[in-house]
């Protein structure tokens, strides 16, 4: 069964620091590639997905992510994080076979940004 | 405004009681799905429809049943079997037809402690 990594489990930084946070996943097959986010209590939203062409991808809110095959990662970045960027991402995957409905979420990574 | 609503917010619980937990969409989604979030492990899926009077176990099912009789509709039970309950349980809905490449749309959650 596929599965999700997310390296980190809590990350610190000051606004204007840049972000990345690590993602990859454990699946032999072709695979469509989601980041979402939790705000502090608010709906789980997504934030940007990738499932073909470049694999650099562009989200909401100044977010990016950049998939690459040849490691099972999609890393997702920020160049300048904000406060408001305080939330939990979590990234997730779903196989692209015989309309899978399975979508498989990391254990998520919780940021928290210090003004 | 279309969306997902989850009831009740918060919900105490006897151990040995079971309690159901309501979910209503009315962006007129076919696909419906259970998670469950619990602080560093991310979202498991519990249970999942894709049609009125369908469901499939997700990967934690155990303790668990739902039923799907109107398309707006999936409530989710959490039986006595259930040996941990205390968690945080997310719904979310997404078009059918969009397989693999569609998003989820989550409600706000309802947390759920066992005394």
């Known amino acids: 069964a596929q599965s999700v990594s997310q390296h980190n489990h809590h990350v610190i930084l000051s606004e204007a620091a840049s972000l990345e946070l690590g993602c990859n996943y454990s699946?032999?097959?072709?695979?469509?590639l989601f980041w979402y986010v939790q705000y502090p209590g608010q709906h789980l939203q997504l934030l940007l997905k990738y499932f073909s062409g470049d694999p650099l991808v562009k989200g909401i809110k100044g977010f990016e992510a950049e998939f690459i095959k040849s490691k099972f990662s999609f890393n997702l970045r920020k160049p300048s994080v904000q406060w408001s960027d305080t939330a939990e991402y979590f990234c997730a995957v779903i196989p692209i076979q015989g309309g899978s409905e399975k979508l498989v979420f990391g254990k998520g990574t919780k940021l928290t940004v210090n003004p | 405004d279309g969306g997902i609503t989850q009831s009740p917010k918060y919900l105490f619980r006897k151990e040995g009681q079971n309690v159901t937990l309501s979910c209503e969409q009315n962006?007129?989604?076919?696909?419906m799905y259970w998670y469950r979030q619990d602080p560093g492990q991310g979202l498991r899926l519990i249970y999942y429809?894709?049609?009125?009077?369908?469901?499939q176990k997700g990967d934690i099912a155990e303790g668990y049943s739902v039923s799907r009789e109107k398309k707006e509709s999936f409530p989710l039970t959490v039986t006595s079997a259930q040996k941990n309950p205390t968690a945080f349980y997310l719904c979310a809905s997404k078009r059918a037809g969009t397989e693999n490449t569609g998003e989820l749309f989550f409600g706000e959650g309802s947390r759920l402690t066992v005394l």
């Open positions: 699946y032999g097959g072709t695979v469509n």
């Open positions: 962006l007129n989604h076919d696909a």
């Open positions: 429809s894709q049609i009125v009077n369908d469901f």
